[in-house]
C-alpha cells in the first residue's frame, strides 16, 4: 500500500482518519507501541499522505521530549504556531487567554480557558482549511499541553480537524497520558517476511534460522531489527526541516522505512557488547545508542550532553552553554555527522528520543551537574528566570532554600499563564530543596492541591501522602534524628504547619468527594471543616457544602441535613445561616422553605460567599434543582455554566453540567440533556474525576432508556456501575439501575422491571437511593402491578404517599395519584367503587395548576405539569389503556393520541409505539403530530411557536423578538387553539423547525 513494511492496514487506518477530518467528522486515533515500533514513522505516513492527497489541508505537528525541567505550554506553542495569527479573530477573553499561556503577552488565565481558546482557535483554522493535528510522544509533553491537547482530541466530532497521537505503551518520562476513552491503534511487531524486506532494504540479506531468532529476540521490533544488526542509517531519521518552514521537523520515520535522502551507514553495535536477551528491548536499544556515544570525543559527549538537558531543542542555548564547558560549534558537525542528531537552524532534533535518554542516563552526576549549571547561566543571561531555576534544582546537591523559592516563584508564573498541570511538578522540585519540614509540607500540599486542579488525582493523592508524612518545624537534613514524639516547634512554626495540614486534610476531601469512596469523601470533609472553623469559618461552610453532595452520594440523608445544619450554625452572618437552613430544607424536600427561585436566592448570597464564583452559582443551584420549577432552575444551570466556563474553573465545571443534563431530562429536553451529559463525561475525563464520570454516565442510561436504546441504556449503566459501586456511588448506582428497569418497563419485562427497581428501594441494597427511590416509586408500582404482585405494588405506593402529598411537587403528586388509579383498578377492577376511584385518581394526576409564573416558573401553583412532560405522557398511556379496557374507545382515544404525540416529541419510540398500538386497538389512528401545524399561523406566531417550544419563557421570547412578554403571551393565547392544543409544553411534540416563515 505504502512505503512502510507491514503496515498497510495501519496505514488505512490514519488515512481514515485524514480523510474523515476533510469531509467534516473530525476525530482522534491514539496510536501506542513500545519504543522503536515506528509511532513516529506511521505519523510521518499520514503526514505526506495528506500533503500528496489534500494539499489544501493543514497539519499541525509537535513532538514531546523527554526532560527534567517542567515549563508550560512549551508543546502547545510548537502545535499551534501555524495557525496562531488566526488567534486574532477570536473573542477577546478567549484570545488573551492564549496568549498569555504561550507568552505573548502579560496577564493572567486559567487552564479550562486556555483549552477552550486552543480548541476555539482549531474551529476557526479549520472553517478555513482542513486541519490535521500530529502529536510525537505524546507521554513527554509538557503537563499543560498535555492537558490541552487531550481536551482537544475528546472534542473534534463535527469539524474539519482530525488528531493523530503517537504515546510510547510504557508512558516512559513524567507524563501522565489519561487517554484510554479515545479510540487507539496499537502497533506490534514485524513478521519474518516483513523483517526480512526490511533488512533487504537496507543491503542485509537474511533468512532462515538467524532471522527467525532475530524476529524472536526483537519482537519484530523495526528499529531494534536495524540498530542491533548494524543496519541502520540517517536515513531512519526525521529530515530536517529547511530554514523559514513553519512548525517543527517534519514526523520522519524513526523505523525502517526509507525516506529518499542518500544513507550515511551507522556505526553498528560493537559485536558482543549486547548479548541479546539479557535486558529488557528497549534498554537494549538504549544501550546500544550509549555504546555508539562512548566511541566518541569527550567534546563531541559534552556537547550532546548539553543538548539532551536542553528541553527546547534550541541550537542557540545549547551552543552557548557549551561554549560555556569550554566546547566550540565544530563538536556539532561531528555529531551531526555521527547521525545522533539533525540541526534545522534553530532547532536541534534527536535521531529518536532513546538517542537523548541514552546520552543523559550514561553520562555521570558531575558531568550532568556541570551541564545544567551552564544552562542555567544561559538562560538566566537570556532573560528566562523559571528555566534557569530549574536547571539549578537540577544542579543541587541538597536542600537550598533560595532556588527554593525560585522555583515557587516561577510556579506562580506558571499558573497565571494557565499552566497548572505544570505546577505541581515545579512545587514538588522545590519541595526536594526546602531546608525545613513545615516548608516542604507546604510546598507539597500546594503542588498536591494544583495536581488535584489539572486533573492529576494520582499525582495530587501521591504529593498529599508525602506533605503528611512530613515532620513539622525541623531543618530537613535533622529528621532522619527525630524520634517518635512531638518535634519541638515553634510556636510561629506551628501555625505554618497547622495550616499546612489542615490544608491537606481539605484537599484529601476532595480528591475522595471527587474520585474516591463517598463515605470516605464525607468524613474528610466533615473533619476538615471542623478543623477549620474556629479559624475560617467561610471555608468550613464551603467544605460543608460540598459534604452534603458526598452525603447525598453515599445516600446517607441524615448526614447530608446535619452538614446544612451545621452551616446554619457557624460564627456566620444570617444570610449563611439561611443558606444553611434553604439546604436542609431542599434536602426534606421541603420545597415551600427552600422557595423556588435561584436568582432571588443568588441576590441573597453571603457577602463572603459572593467572592467565589464557583460557590455564589452551586449553593442556589443545589437549593433549586429538585424543587417545583425545574425550568427556571434549568435557565439558572444553564448561566450557572457559562459563568463557571468562563472563569476558567476546570475542575468543577461537570458537577454544575450534571446537574442540567438531569433538569433538561426531567423537562424532555432530550438533544440538550444529552450535550450536556456527554461534555460533562469529557469533563470527568479530562479531570480524571470517577465519581462524575459514573453521575454522567447514569444520566445518559436514563436518557437511553427513555427512548427506548436498548444497547445505550445497558452500555451506560454498565459503565456507571462499574465505576459507582466501589466508590460507595449510591445516587449513580441507583440511577443507572432506574434506567435499566425503565428499559424493562417500556419492552413489557415486568419480571426484569420489578427486580432491577426493587434494588433501588431495598435498604442496606448498593443499588438503594432514596431520592433516586422517590423519583422511581411510580414505575415500581406499574412493574409490580403488572406483574400481579399487588401487596408489593401497595406497600410501594403507601410508602410513596405520605412523601409525595406533602411535597408540593407537580411531578410528586401527578405520580401517586397514578399510583392511586392503578391500585384502585386492582383492588375492584369490575365494580363501581373500584372504577370511580380509578377515575377520580386519573383525573388528579392530569390536573395542572395555572398559578405559576412562566418567567420566574414561581407562584402559588407552581405546578406545571408542563415541565414534565414524560410524567404527562405516562399517565395519559395508562388512563388510555384503562378507559379501553373499561370498554370506553371514545374517551380512550384522544388520552391515547396526546400519549403519542408527547412520547413522539420526546423521542421515546418505544413507548410512543406502545400508545400508537393501544389507539389502533381504540379504534383511532395516529394523527402526525405538527402535520401542517406551520400553515396555521402568522410569521410571528411561528417564530414565537419555535422559541417557546424551545424552552424559552415569555421573558426571553419577548428579548429575542423585540417585543414585551405580555405580547408574547398574546400571541401564545391565538396559537394554542389554532393548533390544537392546550399547553405550552404540546409545543414540543409538533414540527415546527423545519417549517417556513409564512408571509
Not at 441576590?603 to 460567599?609: D, V, W
Not at 406499574?782 to 411531578?811: I, K, N, T, Y
Amino acid at each position: 500500500m505504502g512505503p512502510l513494511c507491514g503496515r498497510d492496514s495501519e496505514q488505512a487506518a490514519v488515512r481514515g482518519v485524514v480523510a474523515d477530518a476533510v469531509a467534516g467528522r473530525g476525530r482522534a486515533l491514539l496510536v501506542r507501541g513500545e519504543a522503536g515500533i515506528g509511532k513516529t514513522a506511521l505519523l510521518g505516513e499520514a503526514v505526506s499522505y495528506t500533503a500528496r492527497e489534500h494539499p489544501a489541508a493543514v497539519v499541525l505537528r509537535c513532538t514531546g521530549l523527554e526532560s527534567e525541567v517542567a515549563l508550560g505550554f512549551g508543546g502547545l506553542q510548537q502545535l499551534l504556531s501555524p495557525v496562531l495569527p488566526q488567534a486574532e479573530d477570536l473573542p477577546g477573553a478567549q484570545r488573551a487567554a492564549l496568549h498569555v499561556a504561550l507568552g505573548l503577552a502579560d496577564g493572567t488565565a486559567r487552564d479550562l480557558m486556555v483549552c477552550t481558546a486552543a480548541l476555539a482557535l482549531l474551529e476557526r483554522a479549520a472553517g478555513r482549511s482542513p486541519l490535521l493535528l500530529a502529536v510525537d510522544d505524546l507521554q513527554w509533553l509538557d503537563p499543560a499541553t498535555l492537558t490541552t491537547v487531550l481536551f482537544v482530541a475528546r472534542r473534534l466530532g463535527g469539524l474539519r480537524a482530525s488528531a493523530l497521537l503517537a504515546a510510547r505503551d510504557d508512558m516512559g518520562g513524567g507524563g501522565s497520558v489519561r487517554a484510554d476513552d479515545l479510540p487507539g491503534l496499537r502497533l506490534g511487531g514485524l513478521g519474518p517476511q516483513d523483517a526480512a524486506a526490511l533488512l533487504a532494504g537496507r543491503g542485509r540479506g537474511m533468512s532462515g534460522p538467524e532471522l527467525a531468532a532475530l524476529v524472536a529476540d526483537t519482537g519484530g521490533n523495526p528499529l531494534a531489527l536495524l540498530e542491533l544488526t548494524g543496519t541502520a542509517t540517517t536515513a531512519d531519521a526525521p529530515r530536517p526541516t529547511p530554514p523559514g518552514a513553519l512548525g517543527p521537523p517534519p514526523l520522519g520515520s524513526a523505523s525502517p522505512d526509507p525516506v529518499p535522502v542518500s544513507p550515511v551507514p551507522v556505526s553498528p553495535v560493537p559485536h558482543g557488547s549486547l548479548p541479546l536477551g539479557s535486558l529488557p528491548l528497549t534498554a537494549r536499544l538504549r544501550e546500544a545508542f550509549a555504546v555508539r556515544v562512548r566511541t566518541l570525543p569527550a567534546a563531541e559527549r559534552t556537547l550532546l550532553l548539553v543538548a539532551a538537558a536542553e528541553d527546547r531543542g534550541r541550537t542557540d542555548i545549547v551552543l552557548a552553554a557549551a561554549a560555556r564547558l569550554g566546547v566550540t560549534a565544530a563538536a556539532l558537525t561531528s555529531v551531526e555527522r555521527a547521525g545522533l542528531v539533525q540541526v534545522s537552524g534553530p532547532d536541534i532534533r534527536f535521531r529518536h528520543p532513546l538517542v537523548r535518554s541514552a546520552v543523559h542516563t550514561d553520562a555521570p552526576f558531575l558531568e550532568r551537574r556541570a551541564t545544567h549549571l551552564a544552562l542555567a547561566a544561559e538562560l538566566a543571561a537570556s532573560g528566562l528566570a523559571t528555566a534557569a531555576a530549574w536547571h539549578r534544582a537540577l544542579a543541587a546537591t541538597g536542600p537550598d532554600e533560595d532556588i527554593a523559592g525560585a522555583l515557587e516563584r516561577g510556579a506562580d508564573e506558571i499558573a497565571d499563564r494557565g499552566g497548572l498541570s505544570t505546577v505541581a511538578s515545579v512545587l514538588s522540585r522545590a519541595a526536594d530543596l526546602s531546608t525545613t519540614g513545615g516548608a516542604r509540607a507546604r510546598r507539597l500540599a500546594a503542588a498536591a492541591h494544583a495536581a488535584w486542579k489539572s486533573g492529576h488525582q494520582d499525582t495530587a493523592r501521591r504529593l498529599a501522602a508525602r506533605a503528611t508524612a512530613m515532620r513539622p518545624g525541623r531543618p530537613v537534613a535533622d529528621r532522619a534524628h527525630d524520634g517518635p514524639g512531638p518535634a519541638a516547634v515553634p510556636p510561629e512554626a506551628h501555625a505554618s504547619d497547622r495550616g499546612a495540614q489542615i490544608a491537606l486534610a481539605r484537599l484529601r476531601g476532595l480528591m475522595e468527594h471527587s474520585g474516591g469512596h463517598q463515605d470516605a469523601a464525607l468524613r474528610e470533609l466533615t473533619h476538615s471543616a471542623d478543623a477549620l472553623a474556629p479559624h475560617s469559618p467561610e471555608a468550613a461552610a464551603a467544605l460543608l457544602f460540598m459534604a452534603c453532595d458526598a452525603a447525598d452520594h453515599a445516600d446517607r440523608h441524615d448526614r447530608m441535613r446535619e452538614a446544612a445544619l451545621r452551616i446554619a450554625d457557624l460564627d456566620l452572618d444570617s444570610r449563611y445561616r439561611r443558606y444553611g437552613r434553604l439546604l436542609a430544607a431542599a434536602f426534606d424536600g421541603d420545597t415551600a422553605s427552600s422557595g423556588a427561585d435561584p436568582w432571588r436566592i443568588l441576590r441573597e448570597a453571603p457577602e463572603e460567599l459572593g467572592t467565589s464564583g464557583v460557590h455564589r452559582w452551586l449553593w442556589p443551584l443545589v437549593i433549586t434543582r429538585d424543587g417545583p420549577a425545574p425550568r427556571c432552575a434549568r435557565n439558572f444551570a444553564l448561566a450557572a455554566c457559562e459563568t463557571i466556563r468562563s472563569s476558567g474553573t476546570l475542575a468543577l465545571l461537570a458537577l454544575p453540567m450534571i446537574w442540567l443534563a438531569g433538569l433538561e431530562c426531567e423537562l424532555g429536553l432530550a438533544r440538550p440533556a444529552e450535550e450536556h451529559a456527554e461534555e460533562a463525561l469529557r469533563l470527568t475525563r479530562d479531570m480524571d474525576q470517577q465519581v462524575r464520570a459514573a453521575d454522567a454516565l447514569a444520566v445518559l442510561a436514563r436518557l437511553a432508556a427513555l427512548r427506548g436504546d436498548d444497547a445505550a441504556c445497558r452500555a451506560y449503566a454498565g459503565k456507571a456501575l462499574a465505576i459507582a459501586l466501589p466508590l460507595g456511588n449510591r445516587s449513580a448506582a441507583a440511577e443507572a439501575t432506574w434506567a435499566a428497569g425503565l428499559l424493562a418497563l417500556a419492552r413489557g419485562d415486568h419480571g426484569e422491571a420489578c427486580e432491577r427497581l426493587t434494588a433501588v428501594h431495598t435498604p442496606g441494597s448498593p443499588y438503594a437511593h432514596g431520592r433516586i427511590a422517590r423519583r422511581s416509586a411510580a414505575d415500581l408500582v406499574e412493574a409490580q402491578r403488572a406483574a400481579g404482585d399487588w401487596a408489593a405494588a401497595r406497600a410501594v405506593a403507601e410508602g410513596f404517599a405520605g412523601w409525595a402529598v406533602g411535597s408540593g411537587l407537580p411531578w410528586a403528586r401527578a405520580q401517586w395519584h397514578r399510583c392511586r388509579a392503578l391500585l384502585a383498578d386492582a383492588d375492584d377492577a369490575e365494580g363501581a367503587e373500584g372504577a370511580e376511584g380509578a377515575e377520580e385518581a386519573f383525573r388528579e394526576a392530569h390536573r395542572t395548576d395555572t398559578g405559576t409564573d412562566t418567567d420566574t416558573g414561581t407562584g402559588p401553583g407552581a405546578d406545571g405539569l408542563h415541565d414534565h412532560p414524560f410524567t404527562r405522557a405516562r399517565s395519559a398511556l395508562l388512563h388510555g389503556e384503562w378507559l379501553r379496557r373499561a370498554r370506553r374507545p371514545g374517551e380512550a382515544r384522544a388520552h391515547l393520541r396526546l400519549a403519542a404525540d408527547l412520547f413522539e416529541g420526546l423521542g421515546a419510540p418505544v413507548w410512543r409505539d406502545r400508545a400508537l398500538g393501544e389507539l389502533r386497538a381504540a379504534g383511532g389512528s395516529a394523527r402526525r403530530g405538527g402535520e401542517d401545524a406551520a400553515s396555521r399561523l402568522t410569521g410571528q406566531e411561528l417564530q414565537v411557536a419555535r422559541l417557546a417550544a424551545g424552552g424559552l419563557t415569555n421573558r426571553e421570547i419577548g428579548a429575542r423578538l423585540g417585543v414585551s412578554p405580555r405580547t408574547v403571551g398574546y400571541h401564545l393565547y391565538k396559537i394554542f387553539p389554532k393548533l390544537g392544543i392546550t399547553a405550552r409544553g404540546e409545543l414540543r411534540t409538533l414540527t415546527l423547525d423545519g417549517a417556513a416563515l409564512p408571509p
